[in-house]
């Protein structure tokens, strides 16, 4: 069964750091494009960041360049996101998603982050 597993969310506080990870298992996933969105109360799903699994170049959302990075390890079939500079309104659910070829995206139960003042 391929699936998708997000770690590493939790309570911090602003303008700190935290490190998502999202491991794949069920398959390989070295030739799947990678990414995040999230998902904030009340709010429509917004896209944070991929990572191409060709060229390894990264594409990230607006409210997030410059404090977020994304990186993955196809060794290990993980995904990462590092988030720095957190501000209150990073709070969300960060979703993982994989696309995977001949099946199309599969997401991750998502993790939730929650940034305090």
Known sequence: ???????GGGLVQAENSLRLSCAASGRT???S???????????E???VATIYYLSGSTSYGDSVKGRFTISR????NTVYLQMNMLKLEDTA?????ADVPDTGRIWGQGTQVTVSS
Not at 33 to 43: E, S, T, Y
């Open 73 to 76: 390890d196809n060794a290990k």
């Open 93 to 97: 659910v960060y979703y993982c998603y």
């Open 33 to 43: 494009n990678m990414g995040w969105f999230r998902q904030a109360p009340g709010k």
């Open 1 to 7: 069964q391929v699936q998708l597993v997000e770690s």
């Open 29 to 31: 996933f070295s030739r």
């Open 45 to 47: 799903r917004e896209f």
